[in-house]
C-alpha cells in the first residue's frame, strides 16, 4: 500500500484530508489520561496520530492499558517513565513494530493522518515508511556511509537523484560536513554519535512523517547526545517526532509534549512539557519526575 | 523515599532560609529599638551584624544554585528552590533596611514629632514579616493573600505619617528659628526615609508572601 491510499483510505471516522473534519475529530476524540487543557490541536500544531484506549498484551501480561493520546504534527512528543511502564511498547505500536513479536496482542484504534493503522488493509511494510525508526543502539549496516542512507531508498525502488537524496538526509541529520569526503567509506568506521546520525540520516532519507525514537542518545557521551538533542528540534521542522528516553531532562530540555506513563502500562498524564515539569496534575507525576519513588 | 540526600538538601535549605529570616526579623526589632531608646550601642549592633545577613544570604544563594545544577529540580521542587532563592533576596534588603534604622539613629539628634508612632508601623511590618514566613514554613497558599491585604492598611498608615510630618512642619515655627533649620531638615527627612523604609519591609513581606504563592500553588497572582 502506498502512502497516497493510505491516505485516502475512508475507513476512519474522519475521512482524511479534511481540515474541518480533522478538526472535528480532534475536538470530539476521547482523552483519557490528558489534560483538559492538552486536547485537540497543540499550540496550533494539528494532530498527526492519535491513539484511542489502546491495549497490548503480551501473553497474559498487559504491557499497556486503555492509552488515549494525541500526537501534534511536526513537534517533539515525549514518552517518559519507568522501566517496563511501556513507553517503548506504545512507540512500537505506531508503526505496527509489535506485529513482529508473535506473543503482542494488540487492541484499541491508532490513526496516523486519520487512517488506523491497524486496518486489515494496512500493509505494515508501507506504512513504516512513513514512520521512521532509530533505536537506542546505533545500528548502521556494514556497508559504506553512502549506502546506509541509500539503503531505504533503494528496499523501496524509490525513483530519485539519490545522490542529492543522501546528501540531504546527511545535511539534515547533521552529519554531512563530517563525512562529505569519505561517503564510500563504511559506516562502522564512524564514532558512536556519528552512526546514530548515519541511523536518523537513514531513517529520513525515505522522508517519512513520523520519526519514532527509542532512547535514541543513551548510548552515547554528552557531546554527542547535545548534538542529537540539537538535531532532533531542527527535524521536528519537517517531521512529526516522538521519543523515548530514560532523561527526564533530556526530555524537558527538547520536547514540547511529554506523556508519563507508569507501572502497569497507565498513561497518567499528558501535556506540555512545560506544565508537565513545572506544575503536573497528578501527585504521582510530581513524586515520579521528583525523584520520590521510581 | 528515593533521593534521600537530595531531599535532606531541600530540607535543610528550608530551615535555612527560616533561620535567615529570624535573624533579619531581629535585626529589624532591635533597629526599631534603637529608634525607641536613641541607643547608639544597639544601632551599632544592627549595623555591624549586616556582614552576617549578607554573608547568609550568599550560602543560600550558592545552595540553591547548587541544588538547580547538581539536582535538576522540577515541578513542586523547582518552585521550592526558586521561591527561595528570591525570598532571600527579599530577606536581605530587609536586613539592609534594618540597618538603615541604625544609621539614623546614630545620626538623630532630636525626637520632634512624638505624635508619630514609629514603632506602630514597625509592629506592623514584623507582623506582615512573620505571618509572611510562616506561610512559607506551613506551604499556607490561604494567608498569602491576607499578608498583601495588610500592605494596604500599611501603606495607608505610612502616608498618614508622612502627612502628619509635613503638616506638623508647615504649620510650626521650627524653620523659623535661626540655627535650627539645617538640623531640623535633617531629623524630618530621617523620619521620613524612616517611614518610607518600614513601608518597603511590609513590601518584601508581600514579595515573600507572593513568591510562596507560587511555591505552593503555580499561582503568580500577587507577583506585581
Given at each position: 500500500?502506498?502512502?497516497?491510499?493510505?491516505?485516502?483510505?475512508?475507513?476512519?471516522?474522519?475521512?482524511?484530508?479534511?481540515?474541518?473534519?480533522?478538526?472535528?475529530?480532534?475536538?470530539?476524540s476521547p482523552t483519557a489520561g490528558v489534560s483538559e487543557s492538552d486536547s485537540g490541536t497543540a499550540g496550533g500544531s494539528r494532530t498527526l496520530v492519535e491513539a484511542r484506549n489502546v491495549n497490548v498484551w503480551y501473553d497474559d501480561?498487559?504491557?499497556?492499558?486503555?492509552?488515549?493520546?494525541?500526537?501534534?504534527?511536526?513537534?517533539?512528543?515525549?514518552?517518559?517513565?519507568?522501566?517496563?511502564?511501556?513507553?517503548?511498547?506504545?512507540?512500537?505500536?505506531?508503526?505496527?513494530?509489535?506485529?513482529?513479536?508473535?506473543?503482542?496482542?494488540?487492541?484499541?484504534?491508532?490513526?496516523?493522518?486519520?487512517?488506523?493503522?491497524?486496518?486489515?488493509?494496512?500493509?505494515?511494510?508501507?506504512?513504516?515508511?512513513?514512520?521512521?525508526?532509530?533505536?537506542?543502539?546505533?545500528?548502521?549496516?556494514?556497508?559504506?556511509?553512502?549506502?546506509?542512507?541509500?539503503?531505504?531508498?533503494?528496499?523501496?525502488?524509490?525513483?530519485?537523484?539519490?545522490?542529492?537524496?543522501?546528501?540531504?538526509?546527511?545535511?539534515?541529520?547533521?552529519?554531512?560536513?563530517?563525512?562529505?569526503?569519505?561517503?564510500?567509506?563504511?559506516?562502522?568506521?564512524?564514532?558512536?554519535?556519528?552512526?546514530?546520525?548515519?541511523?536518523?540520516?537513514?531513517?529520513?532519507?525515505?522522508?517519512?512523517?513520523?520519526?519514532?525514537?527509542?532512547?535514541?542518545?543513551?548510548?552515547?557521551?554528552?557531546?554527542?547526545?547535545?548534538?542529537?538533542?540539537?538535531?532532533?528540534?531542527?527535524?521536528?521542522?519537517?517531521?512529526?517526532?516522538?521519543?523515548?528516553?530514560?532523561?527526564?531532562?533530556?526530555?524537558?530540555?527538547?520536547?514540547?509534549?511529554?506523556?508519563?506513563?507508569?507501572?502497569?502500562?497507565?498513561?497518567?498524564?499528558?501535556?506540555?512539557?512545560?506544565?508537565?515539569?513545572?506544575?503536573?496534575?497528578?501527585?504521582?507525576?510530581?513524586?515520579?519526575?521528583?525523584?520520590?519513588?521510581? | 523515599?528515593?533521593?534521600?540526600?537530595?531531599?535532606?538538601?531541600?530540607?535543610?535549605?528550608?530551615?535555612?532560609?527560616?533561620?535567615?529570616?529570624?535573624?533579619?526579623?531581629?535585626?529589624?526589632?532591635?533597629?526599631?529599638?534603637?529608634?525607641?531608646?536613641?541607643?547608639?550601642?544597639?544601632?551599632?549592633?544592627?549595623?555591624?551584624?549586616?556582614?552576617?545577613?549578607?554573608?547568609?544570604?550568599?550560602?543560600?544563594?550558592?545552595?540553591?544554585?547548587?541544588?538547580?545544577?547538581?539536582?535538576?529540580?522540577?515541578?513542586?521542587?523547582?518552585?521550592?528552590?526558586?521561591?527561595?532563592?528570591?525570598?532571600?533576596?527579599?530577606?536581605?534588603?530587609?536586613?539592609?533596611?534594618?540597618?538603615?534604622?541604625?544609621?539614623?539613629?546614630?545620626?538623630?539628634?532630636?525626637?520632634?514629632?512624638?505624635?508619630?508612632?514609629?514603632?506602630?508601623?514597625?509592629?506592623?511590618?514584623?507582623?506582615?514579616?512573620?505571618?509572611?514566613?510562616?506561610?512559607?514554613?506551613?506551604?499556607?497558599?490561604?494567608?498569602?493573600?491576607?499578608?498583601?491585604?495588610?500592605?494596604?492598611?500599611?501603606?495607608?498608615?505610612?502616608?498618614?505619617?508622612?502627612?502628619?510630618?509635613?503638616?506638623?512642619?508647615?504649620?510650626?515655627?521650627?524653620?523659623?528659628?535661626?540655627?535650627?533649620?539645617?538640623?531640623?531638615?535633617?531629623?524630618?527627612?530621617?523620619?521620613?526615609?524612616?517611614?518610607?523604609?518600614?513601608?518597603?519591609?511590609?513590601?518584601?513581606?508581600?514579595?515573600?508572601?507572593?513568591?510562596?504563592?507560587?511555591?505552593?500553588?503555580?499561582?503568580?497572582?500577587?507577583?506585581?
Amino acid at each position: 500500500m502506498t502512502r497516497e491510499n493510505m491516505t485516502d483510505e475512508a475507513s476512519s471516522p474522519a475521512d482524511g484530508g479534511d481540515p474541518t473534519t480533522d478538526e472535528m475529530l480532534v475536538e470530539t476524540s476521547p482523552t483519557a489520561g490528558v489534560s483538559e487543557s492538552d486536547s485537540g490541536t497543540a499550540g496550533g500544531s494539528r494532530t498527526l496520530v492519535e491513539a484511542r484506549n489502546v491495549n497490548v498484551w503480551y501473553d497474559d501480561d498487559q504491557a499497556l492499558n486503555d492509552i488515549s493520546l494525541e500526537i501534534p504534527e511536526n513537534r517533539v512528543t515525549a514518552m517518559i517513565g519507568p522501566s517496563g511502564c511501556g513507553k517503548s511498547t506504545f512507540l512500537r505500536c505506531i508503526n505496527r513494530m509489535n506485529d513482529l513479536i508473535d506473543a503482542a496482542r494488540v487492541e484499541g484504534d491508532l490513526f496516523l493522518r486519520n487512517k488506523n493503522v491497524y486496518d486489515d488493509d494496512v500493509d505494515p511494510v508501507a506504512l513504516r515508511r512513513r514512520v521512521g525508526m532509530v533505536f537506542q543502539k546505533p545500528n548502521p549496516f556494514p556497508k559504506s556511509i553512502y549506502d546506509n542512507v541509500a539503503y531505504g531508498l533503494e528496499i523501496q525502488d524509490k525513483e530519485g537523484d539519490y545522490d542529492e537524496i543522501v546528501e540531504r538526509s546527511l545535511k539534515r541529520a547533521a552529519l554531512w560536513d563530517e563525512v562529505e569526503d569519505q561517503l564510500d567509506e563504511s559506516g562502522l568506521e564512524l564514532s558512536g554519535g556519528q552512526q546514530q546520525r548515519l541511523c536518523i540520516a537513514r531513517a529520513i532519507a525515505p522522508d517519512p512523517e513520523v520519526l519514532l525514537m527509542d532512547e535514541p542518545a543513551s548510548a552515547l557521551d554528552p557531546v554527542a547526545t547535545s548534538k542529537i538533542e540539537d538535531l532532533i528540534s531542527e527535524l521536528a521542522e519537517e517531521y512529526t517526532v516522538v521519543i523515548v528516553t530514560h532523561n527526564m531532562q533530556q526530555a524537558a530540555r527538547i520536547s514540547d509534549k511529554t506523556a508519563v506513563f507508569l507501572t502497569g502500562g497507565e498513561l497518567v498524564e499528558f501535556g506540555d512539557t512545560q506544565k508537565i515539569f513545572e506544575n503536573p496534575d497528578s501527585q504521582r507525576v510530581e513524586d515520579y519526575i521528583t525523584g520520590k519513588f521510581g | 523515599m528515593a533521593r534521600t540526600d537530595y531531599q535532606t538538601s531541600l530540607s535543610e535549605l528550608r530551615g535555612d532560609v527560616l533561620y535567615m529570616s529570624e535573624v533579619v526579623a531581629e535585626r529589624l526589632r532591635m533597629g526599631l529599638d534603637t529608634l525607641d531608646r536613641k541607643d547608639d550601642d544597639l544601632a551599632r549592633e544592627v549595623i555591624e551584624g549586616d556582614d552576617e545577613i549578607n554573608e547568609m544570604y550568599l550560602d543560600l544563594e550558592q545552595d540553591c544554585i547548587d541544588l538547580i545544577a547538581l539536582q535538576q529540580p522540577v515541578a513542586s521542587d523547582l518552585r521550592f528552590i526558586a521561591a527561595s532563592f528570591k525570598i532571600i533576596t527579599d530577606l536581605e534588603r530587609i536586613g539592609d533596611l534594618a540597618v538603615n534604622l541604625g544609621e539614623y539613629t546614630l545620626d538623630a539628634e532630636q525626637d520632634l514629632f512624638p505624635d508619630v508612632d514609629v514603632q506602630r508601623l514597625g509592629d506592623v511590618t514584623l507582623e506582615m514579616l512573620d505571618d509572611a514566613m510562616e506561610t512559607y514554613a506551613n506551604e499556607d497558599a490561604d494567608n498569602c493573600f491576607d499578608v498583601a491585604d495588610r500592605d494596604d492598611e500599611l501603606d495607608a498608615m505610612c502616608e498618614a505619617a508622612s502627612e502628619l510630618v509635613m503638616r506638623d512642619l508647615i504649620q510650626s515655627d521650627r524653620l523659623d528659628e535661626e540655627g535650627e533649620v539645617e538640623s531640623t531638615m535633617q531629623d524630618v527627612s530621617r523620619l521620613l526615609l524612616t517611614i518610607r523604609d518600614l513601608e518597603r519591609v511590609g513590601d518584601h513581606a508581600v514579595n515573600i508572601a507572593a513568591r510562596t504563592l507560587y511555591m505552593v500553588e503555580n499561582d503568580d497572582e500577587l507577583l506585581y
